[in-house]
């Protein structure tokens, strides 16, 4: 018999609060625990009742959603899906920043324009998803104290990559925990690295339309979402952020932006992205983060079968090791290494530092 799913519901307003009980109540695999109308009584009732799932609003009275997320993952680690409002940057914003506390998902609030029941399916599979997760206590402590972890074994194709040729272009693709791994990255990454990074991150529309703009103001690396016929060679130094709803490609030096069919239920996709960046041969590196599906794996295989250098993040540091999995499993990735060292890894790519050098 399958386990039943046992939900903290946090929400400040009651009638929003009472509809996702209602929700939740009538799905037999499903129990409401407990209700919180504020982040303290959350934190309570998730020590009490420890819970297989919390839905959490960002915007609360007494301790904000942000705080409560962060205190909840750090002493009592719990799956968590934020349910709020994405009506302004600065919601958004707390909303980026529960992702990189260790929140699993995001999940916009009923508008009350979506049809009979498309809400309430998406929000009852979203928390069925979300159970399943093993998360992690305190994610960037966690990643801080494996930073001396030894490097995951390589799969047996042999490196094709040719030592000493300079790279043009750093490809990254995450999915489920990937606002935190990006960003340890970005962070890590010295300030002479010049190679333009191009950013495919799986984020639930409208989430991610001031994700560029709040990861801009979290490194001191320039973050812009790409512009159809952009310049490469303009996104040197620079981290470009594929649009919600629009896949990124580079062709003929050039970024363009087209809304084909999604991959894997993804637009943007990683292996749309990743499959241009293959052209580039052995000049291109490509990463695949913490992530939940295979978007991703067999695009990272055509760049390495292109020659290119590619790493998967390991196990040990994945909020959800789906994408990466799939990327070991089909021998896709040269180098699979725990996040803190994969800034190190392309830091020394030959040609990252040539403007500073030159």
Known sequence: MPK???????????????????????EADIEVVGEAADGKRAIELCRQMRPDVITMDMMLPVMSGLAATEY????????????SASTNRGELFKIYEALTAGAVDALEKPAGTEGTG??????????????????ISHPRARLAALAKRKPGAPSPMPDVARPGRPFELVAIGASTGGPGAILEILRALPAHFRLPIL????????FGNAFAEWLDGQTTRPVDHARDGMPLSAAAGRVVVAPAGRHLIVRGGRLHLTCEAERHSCRPSIDVLFESVAVYGPSAAACLLTGMGRDGARGLLKIRQ????????????????????EAVHLQAAMHVLPLAEIASRLAVLPGAAREASA
């Open 118 to 135: 498309v809400w309430e399916r998406r929000f009852l599979g979203m928390v069925r998803l979300v159970a399943r997760i093993r998360v």
């Open 4 to 26: 039943t799913i046992r939900v903290l519901v946090v929400e400040d307003s009651l009638s929003i609060r009472h509809h996702l009980v209602e929700i939740l109540a009538g």
């Open 199 to 206: 950013l495919v991150l799986h984020i639930n529309e409208p």
């Open 306 to 325: 292109a020659g290119g250098l590619t790493i998967a993040q390991d196990e040990a540091t994945s909020i959800v090791y789906g994408m990466p999995r």
């Open 72 to 83: 909840i993952m750090a002493h009592c680690p719990t799956p968590i899906l934020v349910v």
